[in-house]
């Protein structure tokens, strides 16, 4: 659901969803590529930590409760890695 939930939400709105029929010459492939995501060995935990440092910065529990103009207000206070990070 994380890409769902990515695309579709809206404030104060459930995320509903509806079937509907796909037309009779459709078809649908699905792939096992056996690649296999490795969060440990990406740049993810490096990411994590510079966006949860920003939350620390700005003395909120994540960075979804600080306003764009707060945040501009104190960006050049931040590193630029954990700057470009908590804008992301």
């Known amino acids: 659901m994380d890409q769902m939930i990515s695309a579709?939400?809206?404030a104060d709105h459930s995320l509903e969803t509806e079937t509907v029929p796909l037309p009779p010459d459709t078809s649908v492939v699905i792939l096992d590529t056996a690649t296999r995501r490795g969060l440990v060995d990406s740049a993810y935990s490096e990411r994590q930590a510079q966006?949860?440092?920003a939350a620390r910065?700005?003395?909120v529990a994540a960075l979804r409760d600080v306003f764009m103009e707060q945040?501009?207000?104190r960006a050049?206070?931040?590193s630029e890695a954990i700057r470009r990070w908590a804008v992301s």
Do not use: N, T, V
């Open 71 to 73: 945040f501009e207000s």
């Open 57 to 59: 910065f700005f003395e």
């Open 76 to 78: 050049d206070e931040l």
């Open 8 to 10: 579709g939400a809206k």
């Open 51 to 53: 966006c949860e440092a």
